[in-house]
């Protein structure tokens, strides 16, 4: 089974030898490709930001992660949905839009509504945003360090993320910020698939020292098997992207109380975590992280927020105060409430242990800080 997955998604090859930049496409939703995103992630702003994020969802796959009939603005294909958002608190962090109706799409401008708008073409772009609660106004310039999450033979479907160098300013509220830092500007175009069977998504970025950067990223079905765990390390010094996905295990050790999405999904958020990887050439990343408990509901049918974290690169120990984290949990709540290890048949697609812990009456005696539905 792992050996069809590597075969039908060539991610994994291409990050041992990427393609040339030249090579990445960039457009709107056109002929068989009806769902396009583009993102924008700046972990390790200062505080109370924390991180600013941009998430365009042009077209919603047939998905439950990451289509629900409550976003829908008119049909599935001609909604946009955007989410931007930081760490205090926000009630307007997401709008539908209709595609055909209130945005304008060209080869170097996308266009939503009045308020969010991207310009620009490699290796520079702009992205704008004009509202009450939160505006920016970014310079992105990305660079040939490209990671690869998704790429299927002919041509079906990918997702890629590039480094980039970020400036400009962002307003929350009454509060200005002049920012200058390493983010991700990530990309993904895809076809119709008839279902998606994706139902667990977790996706962070943390900013390290030196330039660096770190991804990491796990992904599950409906039947609670692993379809990727990876942690990427990038180097802007250097201009390297490399690849660890051998005994990449993400262990939830506390979460908070069972909430309900405004969409109805039932699922628990990570209070506390840890990602470890060692593989056969003595490479060692351990990374121990503690929620912020600012979710923000939009990111699709899931949650964006921040955590404070510790980490350790072969030995070399950092630690940080706004590592940026996607969680989305559309699995059963058999999955997500089991307390021990799996017993896992052979037949799974990546046979890593994954734990979630039961909630601990104990654990949550506080309320969950500037938690928004």
């Not at 924390?50 to 829908?72: A, C, D, I, P, W």
């Not at 772009?125 to 660079?143: A, G, K, M, V, Y």
Request: charge should be neutral.
């Amino acid at each position: 089974m792992q050996l069809f997955q590597d075969f039908l998604d060539r991610s994994k090859q291409l990050n041992q030898t990427p393609d040339a930049l030249c090579k990445l496409p960039y457009h709107a939703p056109k002929h068989h490709y009806k769902f396009i995103y583009q993102g924008l992630i700046l972990p390790a702003l200062p505080a109370p930001l924390h991180y600013v994020n941009f998430l365009g969802l042009l077209g919603h796959l047939n998905s439950n992660m990451l289509r629900t009939e409550q976003m829908l603005n008119g049909s599935a294909l001609d909604t946009a949905s955007i989410h931007c958002s930081t760490s205090p608190h926000m009630v307007g962090q997401t709008n539908h839009y209709s595609m055909q109706h209130d945005c304008k799409f060209s080869r170097h401008n996308f266009q939503f509504a009045h308020k969010e708008r991207i310009t620009g073409r490699f290796p520079q772009f702009r992205i704008q945003r004009d509202d009450s609660e939160l505006s920016f106004d970014l310079q992105i310039t990305t660079s040939t360090t490209i990671s690869y999450f998704t790429k299927l033979r002919m041509n079906l479907a990918e997702h890629w993320s590039l480094l980039c160098q970020c400036e400009g300013d962002i307003r929350y509220k009454d509060q200005h910020f002049e920012i200058q830092q390493l983010g991700s500007f990530e990309y993904a175009r895809s076809i119709q698939f008839p279902y998606l069977a994706v139902a667990f998504f977790c996706y962070q970025v943390i900013n390290l020292e030196n330039q660096q950067q770190m991804l990491l990223l796990q992904s599950r079905d409906v039947f609670n098997r692993i379809l990727q765990s990876r942690i990427y390390l990038r180097d802007a010094s250097t201009r390297q992207s490399t690849l660890f996905d051998e005994q990449v295990q993400l262990h939830i050790q506390r979460v908070y109380p069972q909430v309900t999405t405004p969409i109805g999904q039932t699922m628990y958020l990570p209070r506390e975590f840890e990602w470890t990887c060692q593989d056969v050439n003595g490479n060692s990343i351990y990374v121990k992280a503690q929620s912020r408990g600012d979710f923000k509901f939009g990111a699709a049918a899931g949650y964006v927020g921040s955590f404070q974290y510790q980490l350790s690169i072969n030995g070399n120990l950092q630690q940080g105060e706004a590592g940026y984290c996607e969680y989305i949990d559309c699995r059963a709540l058999k999955w997500q409430e089991q307390d021990q290890a799996e017993n896992v048949p052979a037949a799974v697609l990546n046979p890593e242990p994954f734990m979630i812990k039961k909630r601990n009456n104990q654990d949550f005696s506080g309320k969950l800080h500037n938690f928004d539905e």
